[in-house]
């Protein structure tokens, strides 16, 4: 969300949480995990100095110069022997622009396009859906306009009480109050779906879905619209192509037979298409509910669809927003740190662009897209020798955990800067400690494109380096040619407005403390708070709707995995927890991890509320708490993916979307089955009773 925090620090070093009432985003409200935030700072598990692995296998002290030798030297020979496409890079949602920027110019500068960031994982099918549809592959909208003159929000596979409080409280439920009505889409209950249970209102509607089932529902939804003429006829002649194909697809489409196969009933759908269809103003928000499968793209479509034949786009309140998962997700996209695109979302392969930044880099860029950081990782042992990773967590992030770290174990040469080591780390032959984001300046984008800065207090251990400082040590000793001379990240930024329009006309001092949000094109500019009030970015200039057909999950409950899993986060922990894990008040609250299980799933298969039970698939087990709740549907378990010791990746599917390249976690088939504990054992191996 981009919410503002004060940091203090004593004599010690010991950085402490301050609220900060003037916050632009928040206005001082906090979750829990902003609270918290501070307590992983000073862990004692924190990086102090250089690691270097021995000859045996062990890691030892190293000094900082040695470190980056030996990162040289493998970087070089790697290259000699495999060429430059034989390293892959991992920029990091949880750092700065700047350093992010930094990265994907230093792989470009090694001769590759192989960069990506965890945005593969959680939103590359919403990007690539809005950018190729719409033109700009981030919300059309920002919470301010949206709590303002929204009348309907549509949340499909999000949880913001959960995963976005503040917007939840701040903007949506407020906005409940006031008179908007919420449709939520999502196949597990949850804190939104308990935030909207307000006295004396309802305004809330809550659609229950088989996990994978998001077309055929929206397609109901489409053709209810088509039958009752809710067509923003002028809207749809005028700024939009592709309405016949979408008349095409539905013109024969069963809704009778796609509500039963989504397990809504019919007449539900219908309903939420009359709220929403009938709104002066509706938005749409998304999340990883709908992007994470095989078809997220076509899922995120199809939300397009919607906002586009009712008109609901390019104005207050309206729009399609993805409500983004990590605190600056949005912005190592908008600054590059793809394979794809260069900074400011600009193609690659495009000779023009290519030409524009290379003036501005003045060496010379790769002409082919990259690998995505799921296709390096599959690519570990054949193309790909070595891995430069900064702050990401391959190990808990990437789906089969267990083969993910076999391919590790094959690498030739891997370096991670990090501020902890870990899951990924222990593989690494090099391992550089870096300074918290409490440690340093630089910018961040937050989930409606707002550009803020961050100040950090002195660093709390001494021989600790921010990443920007590594990346340009790392690229002067690898290159020495000037391209990495930089002092402090406003330098840095001073660049990447030089080649990424959309920040041009912006400055540190200009985005203050109340940042600005991007586009921002002339120096001056206010940003713009929402997109396509004249038009869309499109190669067109028109928004582009495009029938989808129902997709079902590439893995569904067979006799052997009767189930289907489908995994999220819980308030309380972040993404693979890294941080989150580590702070006494977070772990206090949840401290391991649990699955969601119906109660008559549980019946079926004698688990008690509060048991430990199996999770099985075809690719791996963990052994969790058992939840018995009616918060998931019948025959589906919910699970998480934070906890390292029964980590819900060690089941997800490593299938991905044919364009985005975004794995399949929302959807796997499981069994369970109750865990046989020592007492059990000892009991089953004991003599019989006479």
Same mark, same amino acid.
């Given at each position: 969300?981009?919410?503002?925090?004060?940091?203090?620090?004593?004599?010690?070093?010991?950085?402490?949480?301050?609220?900060?009432?003037?916050?632009?985003?928040?206005?001082?409200?906090?979750?829990?995990?902003?609270?918290?935030?501070?307590?992983?700072?000073?862990? $004692?598990?924190?990086?102090?100095?250089?690691?270097?692995?021995?000859?045996?296998?062990?890691?030892?002290?190293?000094?900082?110069?040695?470190? =980056?030798?030996?990162?040289?030297?493998?970087?070089?020979?790697?290259?000699?022997?495999?060429?430059?496409?034989?390293?892959?890079? =991992?920029?990091?949602?949880?750092?700065?622009?700047?350093?992010?920027?930094?990265?994907?110019?230093?792989?470009?500068? =090694?001769?590759?396009?192989?960069?990506?960031?965890?945005?593969?994982?959680?939103?590359?099918?919403?990007?690539?859906?809005?950018?190729?549809?719409?033109?700009?592959?981030?919300?059309? %909208?920002?919470?301010?306009?949206?709590?303002?003159?929204?009348?309907?929000?549509?949340?499909?596979?999000?949880?913001?009480?959960?995963?976005?409080?503040?917007?939840?409280?701040?903007?949506?439920?407020?906005?409940?109050?006031?008179?908007?009505?919420?449709?939520?889409?999502?196949?597990?209950?949850?804190?939104?779906?308990?935030?909207?249970?307000?006295?004396?209102?309802?305004?809330?509607?809550?659609?229950?879905?088989?996990?994978?089932? *998001?077309?055929?529902?929206?397609?109901?939804?489409?053709?209810?619209?088509?039958?009752?003429?809710?067509?923003?006829?002028?809207?749809?002649?005028?700024?939009?192509?592709?309405?016949?194909?979408?008349?095409?697809?539905?013109? *024969?489409?069963?809704?009778?037979?796609?509500?039963?196969?989504?397990?809504?009933?019919?007449?539900?759908?219908?309903?939420?298409?009359?709220?929403?269809?009938?709104?002066?103003?509706?938005?749409?928000?998304?999340?990883?509910?709908?992007?994470?499968?095989?078809?997220?793209?076509?899922?995120?479509?199809?939300?397009?669809?919607?906002?586009?034949?009712?008109? %609901?786009?390019?104005?207050?309140?309206?729009?399609?927003?993805? &409500?983004?998962?990590?605190?600056?997700?949005?912005?190592?996209?908008?600054?590059?740190?793809?394979?794809?695109?260069?900074?400011?979302?600009?193609?690659?392969?495009?000779?023009?662009?290519?030409?524009?930044?290379?003036?501005?880099?003045?060496?010379?860029?790769?002409?082919?897209?990259?690998?995505?950081?799921?296709?390096?990782?599959?690519?570990?042992?054949?193309?790909?020798?070595?891995?430069?990773?900064?702050?990401?967590?391959?190990?808990?992030?990437?789906?089969?955990?267990?083969?993910?770290? $076999?391919?590790?174990?094959?690498?030739? #040469?891997?370096?991670?800067?990090?501020?902890?080591?870990?899951?990924?780390?222990?593989?690494?032959?090099?391992?550089?400690?870096?300074?918290?984001?409490?440690?340093?300046?630089?910018?961040?984008?937050?989930?409606?494109?707002?550009?803020?800065?961050?100040?950090?207090?002195?660093?709390?251990?001494?021989?600790?380096?921010?990443?920007?400082?590594?990346?340009?040590?790392?690229?002067?000793?690898?290159?020495?040619?000037?391209? +990495?001379?930089?002092?402090?990240?406003?330098?840095? +930024?001073?660049?990447?407005?030089?080649?990424?329009?959309?920040?041009?006309?912006?400055?540190?001092?200009?985005?203050?403390?109340?940042?600005?949000?991007?586009?921002?094109?002339?120096?001056?500019?206010?940003?713009?708070?929402? &997109?396509?009030?004249?038009? #869309?970015?499109?190669?067109?200039?028109?928004?582009?709707?495009?029938?989808?057909?129902?997709?079902?999950?590439?893995?569904?409950?067979? $006799?052997?995995?009767?189930?289907?899993?489908?995994?999220?986060?819980?308030?309380?922990?972040?993404?693979?927890?890294?941080?989150?894990?580590?702070?006494?008040?977070?772990?206090?609250?949840?401290?391991?991890?649990?699955?969601?299980?119906?109660?008559?799933?549980?019946?079926?298969?004698?688990?008690?509320?509060?048991?430990?039970?199996?999770?099985?698939?075809?690719?791996?087990?963990?052994?969790?708490?058992?939840?018995?709740?009616?918060?998931?549907?019948?025959?589906?378990?919910?699970?998480?993916?934070?906890?390292?010791?029964?980590?819900?990746?060690?089941?997800?599917?490593?299938?991905?979307?044919?364009?985005?390249?975004?794995?399949? =976690?929302?959807?796997?088939?499981?069994?369970?089955?109750?865990?046989?504990?020592?007492?059990?054992?000892?009991?089953?191996?004991?003599?019989?009773?006479?």
């Amino acid at each position: 969300m981009g919410c503002g925090i004060q940091i203090a620090q004593d004599d010690e070093g010991e950085v402490s949480f301050r609220p900060w009432g003037d916050a632009p985003v928040n206005d001082g409200s906090i979750c829990i995990k902003g609270g918290a935030a501070t307590q992983s700072v000073n862990h $004692e598990d924190r990086l102090t100095d250089p690691l270097l692995r021995d000859d045996d296998g062990e890691l030892r002290e190293a000094s900082w110069d040695e470190a =980056y030798d030996v990162i040289v030297e493998n970087m070089e020979r790697i290259r000699e022997d495999h060429s430059a496409q034989g390293v892959g890079f =991992y920029g990091c949602s949880k750092a700065m622009n700047e350093e992010n920027y930094l990265i994907q110019k230093l792989a470009r500068r =090694y001769g590759t396009n192989s960069v990506d960031t965890c945005t593969r994982m959680c939103h590359s099918s919403t990007v690539y859906a809005l950018k190729n549809s719409l033109g700009e592959g981030a919300m059309t %909208n920002s919470m301010a306009d949206l709590e303002e003159a929204a009348d309907v929000f549509w949340i499909q596979g999000a949880n913001p009480g959960e995963q976005h409080p503040i917007a939840n409280s701040q903007y949506f439920r407020q906005a409940v109050l006031e008179g908007a009505t919420v449709i939520q889409v999502d196949p597990h209950a949850n804190k939104t779906t308990r935030s909207f249970e307000i006295t004396d209102t309802d305004r809330h509607m809550h659609l229950q879905p088989e996990p994978g089932t *998001d077309i055929p529902l929206l397609n109901v939804v489409l053709k209810t619209v088509l039958e009752n003429d809710w067509v923003d006829e002028e809207f749809v002649a005028e700024r939009t192509e592709g309405f016949e194909d979408l008349k095409e697809t539905l013109e *024969d489409f069963d809704k009778e037979a796609a509500a039963e196969e989504a397990g809504v009933p019919l007449e539900d759908i219908e309903l939420a298409a009359e709220k929403y269809a009938m709104a002066n103003n509706a938005a749409i928000f998304t999340g990883m509910g709908m992007s994470q499968h095989t078809c997220g793209v076509d899922n995120v479509q199809n939300e397009i669809n919607l906002a586009l034949v009712t008109g %609901n786009l390019g104005r207050p309140g309206t729009g399609v927003n993805p &409500l983004r998962g990590q605190n600056n997700v949005q912005g190592a996209s908008d600054v590059g740190a793809m394979p794809n695109v260069l900074p400011g979302y600009r193609d690659v392969s495009d000779p023009e662009v290519r030409a524009d930044v290379e003036e501005v880099w003045d060496f010379e860029i790769p002409s082919e897209p990259g690998l995505t950081n799921v296709e390096v990782s599959h690519e570990i042992g054949d193309t790909i020798h070595g891995l430069y990773i900064m702050g990401e967590n391959p190990v808990m992030s990437e789906p089969d955990t267990n083969r993910v770290e $076999e391919r590790l174990e094959e690498l030739d #040469f891997m370096v991670v800067q990090d501020i902890y080591k870990t899951e990924t780390a222990e593989y690494a032959d090099v391992i550089l400690p870096a300074t918290s984001w409490a440690e340093r300046d630089g910018t961040v984008v937050n989930t409606d494109r707002r550009t803020q800065r961050m100040r950090g207090v002195d660093k709390v251990h001494p021989n600790t380096k921010d990443d920007l400082e590594i990346l340009c040590d790392v690229g002067n000793r690898l290159f020495g040619d000037g391209s +990495f001379d930089f002092d402090g990240p406003e330098e840095v +930024f001073e660049e990447l407005r030089q080649v990424a329009p959309i920040f041009y006309g912006m400055t540190y001092d200009r985005i203050g403390e109340e940042g600005i949000h991007w586009p921002c094109y002339e120096p001056g500019d206010e940003g713009d708070a929402y &997109l396509y009030s004249d038009g #869309f970015t499109t190669e067109s200039g028109l928004g582009q709707i495009e029938g989808v057909r129902h997709q079902p999950p590439k893995e569904t409950p067979d $006799e052997e995995y009767p189930l289907i899993l489908t995994t999220g986060r819980i308030i309380e922990h972040y993404n693979t927890g890294t941080m989150s894990r580590r702070s006494k008040t977070l772990n206090h609250v949840e401290p391991e991890n649990f699955v969601d299980v119906h109660p008559n799933d549980a019946d079926r298969y004698g688990i008690e509320d509060g048991e430990y039970v199996t999770l099985k698939s075809r690719r791996g087990e963990i052994e969790v708490e058992a939840r018995v709740t009616e918060d998931t549907k019948e025959g589906t378990v919910w699970t998480t993916p934070h906890f390292a010791d029964a980590a819900g990746n060690r089941l997800t599917n490593d299938v991905l979307d044919e364009r985005a390249k975004i794995p399949e =976690y929302k959807a796997a088939a499981v069994e369970i089955e109750v865990s046989v504990t020592t007492d059990d054992a000892d009991a089953a191996d004991a003599p019989a009773d006479d």
